[in-house]
């Protein structure tokens, strides 16, 4: 079945670095995908996402790659902050284009950010 | 703008028992998800409404849950009963007509004992 997943559970950084949370999905016919941040007690909130039709995405301090070829994208958080801390969770539109709150989850990336 | 409205933000059940959570969507936004979010986990689809119709509940559990959406503005989520494998957040978000990102509630923790 289909399944969007993560390879790391944590990811512990000074302030100042550059992150990068990655991510595997294994449907070959994902088409849309995007990045969520979740702070402890609140709702998912959109960081970014991206089409299949593109490789790369950016944002304010954040890039997103998508490698089609072994399905695989990263989340790249640059300077990263103490209020990044939280957990990452990349997401898969399963419904064709449409419906964009129709998502698959991963398990999620837990990013300390440490002063 | 308002975001996604939940109440009650958390809830304690013995296991057996019933429990029901509402959502009040941004305004305008016609499509409506509820997500379980089990503690560790990446938040799962329960069902989606489309106004007051339901667009998708294969991933829901019949047999004790059930939501509704009557008047296609805020919605209710129950069940009924519960068991202790129910202990989650359940997350409730809402997208606009032109069906781009959705946006999340803040969730109501659900404890089961």
């Known amino acids: 079945g289909e399944s969007v997943g993560l390879h790391l559970p944590t990811l512990s950084v000074q302030e100042g670095d550059n992150s990068i949370i990655n991510c595997a999905y294994s449907?070959?016919?994902?088409?849309?995908f995007i990045w969520y941040k979740q702070e402890s007690g609140k709702g998912p909130q959109f960081i970014i996402d991206i089409r299949s039709n593109m490789d790369k995405r950016q944002g304010q301090r954040v890039t997103v790659l998508l490698n089609k070829t072994v399905k695989h994208l990263s989340l790249q958080i640059a300077a990263t902050q103490p209020g990044d801390s939280a957990v990452y969770f990349c997401?898969?539109?399963?419904?064709?284009?449409?419906?964009?709150?129709?998502?698959?989850f991963g398990q999620g990336t837990i990013l300390t950010v440490h002063p | 703008e308002a975001g996604v409205a939940q109440s009650p933000r958390y809830k304690i059940i013995e296991k057996r028992q019933s429990v029901a959570f509402w959502c009040n969507p941004i305004?305008?936004?016609?499509?409506l998800y509820w997500y379980q979010q089990i503690l560790g986990q990446g938040p799962k689809l329960l069902i989606q409404f489309q106004n007051n119709g339901v667009v998708d509940d294969s991933q829901l559990p019949k047999d004790r849950f059930s939501a509704e959406r009557l008047k296609g503005v805020d919605s209710t989520l129950k069940i009924q009963p519960a068991k202790l494998e129910d202990s989650a957040v359940y997350l409730c978000a809402s997208s606009p007509p032109q069906n781009t990102e959705a946006f999340f509630g803040q969730g109501t923790r659900l404890t089961v004992v």
């Open positions: 305004s305008g936004h016609a499509t």
């Open positions: 449907n070959s016919a994902s088409d849309y």
């Open positions: 997401a898969d539109n399963n419904a064709g284009g449409t419906s964009y709150g129709k998502l698959t």
